[in-house]
């Protein structure tokens, strides 16, 4: 994007504050932030993204403002709330929940610079060409947590060794369902274990897939990266403790909130980087100068020794020794 073109842009999407004490007032940009998810999953995360305006100088209320949409884990509201920032011609769209956020904001403008925070590789999603530099209007932090999901499968056989069959709670409405699902069941056949499918999208439907894996008698589950599992994760937390399912989760904000173990990344810390990039802009710099934070390399294990305890696990030291953060 051309530096002018984007002065133009950021010219456009502003809103006038009274100056303090006088009658003059003054054009400040304005931020769209589009999320799958709710604003109930962001009272840790949304301070997060501020704090990392805050950085490039931005403070919400005082030099910015911003404009939330939430889809509340239904992708398919995405498009018209995208389409609306769009239309309020926004200086610039922050977006969160997964990929489906940023493929929205995508296809409602070329023209607003987007700072989005993906999963899975953009450059395959077809997102962005270039990672190093983003020629379309695009850029952010991606999240490898499709690339996590065999990882955790075989730190969780560690966990609980004796089990031979797992459950795989995948959301069927989320775009890459089929892949955490085709992922999953490769890295199951090359540690010679069985795999169940358990869908869920809606708040009975996680009641259902819980009684289902009681049936079934899967020994433990993996929750995969999802908004919807996010947004639901106190009752996820509590199902798997009300059967004694030992359960492995993507992000480490899961185990901090009373589950087992997670292998991930830390979302704040990617949310924080969002809002670095999105101050940037603000500040004149062009999508080229900002490449696509890649957070492969940030994966960390988490391990809540309190819940092992309830479950009448115990947690192998080998394990625990590799523990970025073991809560006890």
């Known amino acids: 994007m051309k530096r002018r073109r984007f002065m133009e842009c950021l010219a456009g999407a ?7 004490g006088s009658a003059e007032q003054v054009r400040i940009p304005v931020i769209g932030f589009l999320s799958s998810a709710s604003a109930e999953l962001f009272p840790k995360l949304l301070p997060a993204f501020r704090r990392g305006l805050g950085m490039g100088g931005f403070v919400d209320g005082r030099n ?10 239904v992708y398919a509201h995405l498009p018209a709330l995208a389409v609306d920032l769009v239309q309020r011609d926004v200086a610039v769209i922050a977006t969160t929940g997964g990929t489906v956020s940023a493929q929205a904001a995508k296809a409602a403008t070329q023209r607003i610079p987007i700072v989005s925070l993906m999963g899975g590789d953009p450059a395959t999603s077809g997102l962005v060409t270039s990672l190093n530099r983003p020629e379309g209007n695009i850029t952010g932090v991606s999240q490898l947590a499709n690339d996590a999901a065999p990882k955790r499968l075989e730190l969780l056989s560690q966990l609980v060794p004796a089990v031979m069959t797992v459950g795989l709670l995948v959301n069927p409405t989320h775009p890459n369902a089929k892949i955490q699902t085709r992922e999953m069941e490769i890295a199951a056949r090359a540690l010679n274990r069985g795999l169940v499918i358990i869908p869920a999208s809606s708040e009975p439907e996680l009641s259902a897939a819980f009684s289902k894996l009681d049936d079934l008698k899967v020994g433990a589950l993996i929750v995969s990266a999802d908004p919807f599992f996010a947004m ?6 509590a199902l798997a403790a009300d059967y004694a399912v030992p359960a492995i989760y993507p992000w480490r904000q899961d185990v901090a909130a009373g589950g087992l173990i997670s292998y991930g990344t830390d979302l704040a810390d990617a949310v924080e980087q969002v809002g670095i990039y999105t101050a940037r802009i603000l500040n004149g710099a062009t999508l080229a100068e900002l490449p696509v934070v890649q957070q492969s390399t940030k994966l960390a294990l988490w391990i ?3 819940t092992a305890k309830k479950l009448g696990l115990r947690v192998p030291p080998s394990l625990q020794a590799i523990a970025d953060e073991v809560i006890e």
Do not use: F, K, Q, T
């Not at 502003?14 to 303090?20: D, H, K």
């Open 232 to 237: 639901s994760l106190d009752r996820i937390v």
């Open 304 to 306: 809540n020794l309190r």
């Open 64 to 73: 910015v403002s911003i404009e939330y949409r939430w889809a509340d884990g």
């Open 14 to 20: 502003a809103i006038l504050l009274p100056m303090a």
